[in-house]
């Protein structure tokens, strides 16, 4: 089942994202066991006990899907720290329109929904100014039992966060 998506910074196989982050690999494998031999896991084939090792690192948005929007329903701890943020309980469209979620986070979750697949990509994102973040994260669609994803979950790991210089004018 794990056919990904190839575009720009969207890894095709498993392990090259568990080569970048074994965690979330180790998060893919949980998923894969959870699905059985489902096209994905349901939200409640997973136990929040199970998810311990991610907890800090993860997100877990409910999808509404007339109008399509998602919400933050857990944002992780670490995430908040390496972000300056924290949008759990917020819908991705308000924080998109305020400025504390980037639109391509929109065009992320858009393509689980329809690709109906896991998603690896780094993203990039400057989250105070002159602080930039880079990220390996792994996409994970859950359903109900009428198989449309109702939920996802997102594993997010620094690469590195680094200080963009800016050039001073006098």
Known sequence: MCAMLVENGIYTEPTEAHAQEPRLGDLVEFWNECRGGR???SRADLDVIDLKPWLGNLILLEVRHDPLDY???VFGSLISQNTSRDLT???LSECIDAGAAPASSRDSYNKV???R?????VQSQEVTPGRLWQVVRVLLPLSNENDQINHIIVGNYPL???IVEKELTF
Do not use: D, E, I, V
Not at 117 to 121: E, G, H, S, T, V
């Open 160 to 162: 590195m966060t680094t």
């Open 71 to 73: 919400f933050y329903r």
């Open 39 to 41: 096209s994905m896991p």
């Open 89 to 91: 309980g917020k819908w």
């Open 117 to 121: 697949a896991p998603l690896y990509q």
């Open 113 to 115: 929904l329809s690709h």
